[in-house]
């Protein structure tokens, strides 16, 4: 019994810290999917404006609980979000527009 115990409370460990170091990739990727799932034609031709618009509304759908993690996403919007955008235009799913330089999210 011991040793279960012990193997769960490792697993809960090597699940917090991987949480915490791919948390962040992992909220870009469900934003930028609902961004996309909102322009089912593709990005060619939505304004730049209407996507940072959306990506706003996004960060506050899936940060809005911890407001010190709302504010970093907007302010990385505000700092990066031009560069974001490119990379979603240029990317073919979110997981690359996620990982793309130099408005890298994870």
Same mark, same amino acid.
């Given at each position: 019994? &011991?040793?279960?115990?012990?193997?769960? =409370?490792?697993?809960?460990?090597?699940? *917090?810290?991987f949480a915490q170091?791919?948390?962040?990739? &992992?909220?870009?990727?469900?934003?930028? #999917?609902?961004? =996309?799932?909102? @322009?089912?034609?593709?990005?060619?031709?939505?304004?730049?404006?209407? =996507?940072?618009? /959306?990506?706003?509304?996004?960060?506050?759908?899936?940060?809005?609980? /911890?407001?010190?993690?709302?504010?970093?996403? &907007? /302010?990385?919007l505000a700092q /990066?979000?031009?560069s974001f955008i490119?990379?979603?235009?240029? #990317?073919?799913?979110?997981?690359?527009?996620? @990982? *793309?330089?130099?408005?890298?999210?994870?």
């Amino acid at each position: 019994m &011991h040793f279960i115990s012990t193997v769960c =409370l490792l697993s809960a460990v090597v699940i *917090a810290a991987f949480a915490q170091t791919d948390g962040s990739c &992992h909220l870009c990727e469900l934003v930028v #999917n609902d961004v =996309l799932a909102l @322009h089912p034609n593709g990005l060619n031709g939505v304004p730049d404006a209407v =996507l940072m618009a /959306d990506l706003i509304n996004e960060c506050e759908k899936y940060w809005s609980q /911890d407001p010190t993690q709302d504010k970093g996403c &907007h /302010d990385w919007l505000a700092q /990066d979000g031009a560069s974001f955008i490119a990379a979603m235009r240029t #990317n073919s799913n979110a997981f690359a527009a996620c @990982h *793309a330089a130099p408005a890298n999210a994870c």
